[in-house]
């Protein structure tokens, strides 16, 4: 079965950054489109990154482009995202999420905190 398994999150100060992963299983990662969405608290889930099969296409929410960089190891089955430049409103619940045969899965989650 499909799993995606996100970790690394954590307390972080504004300006700073933070890597987070996302490891996935069940199906051919290695043809799968991955992308990342965030939840604020209080508000709706929201895209923030995608990256194409074989990395060589990234897309980024207007939000977070120029500071926020998505990259895959097809090797390891497993996406990142790493942030820089972290702001309090980057404050949210990270997922992970892949569409397999027109259904879409999601990890977990894992919390980052980006505050003084």
């Known amino acids: 079965q499909v799993q995606l398994v996100e970790s690394g999150g954590g307390l972080v100060q504004p300006g700073g950054s933070l890597t987070i992963s996302c490891a996935a299983s069940?199906?051919?990662?290695?043809?799968?489109?991955m992308r990342w969405y965030r939840q604020p608290p209080g508000m709706e889930r929201e895209y923030v990154a995608a990256i194409s099969a074989t990395g060589r296409i990234e897309n980024y929410a207007d939000s977070v482009k120029g500071r926020f960089t998505i990259s895959r190891d097809n090797t390891k089955s497993t996406v990142y995202l790493r942030m820089d430049s972290l702001k309090p409103e980057d404050t949210a619940v990270y997922y992970c999420?892949?569409?397999?045969?027109?259904?879409?899965?999601w990890g977990q989650g894992t919390q980052v905190t980006v505050s003084s």
């Open positions: 069940g199906f051919a990662f290695s043809s799968a489109m």
């Open positions: 999420k892949v569409s397999v045969m027109s259904t879409d899965y």
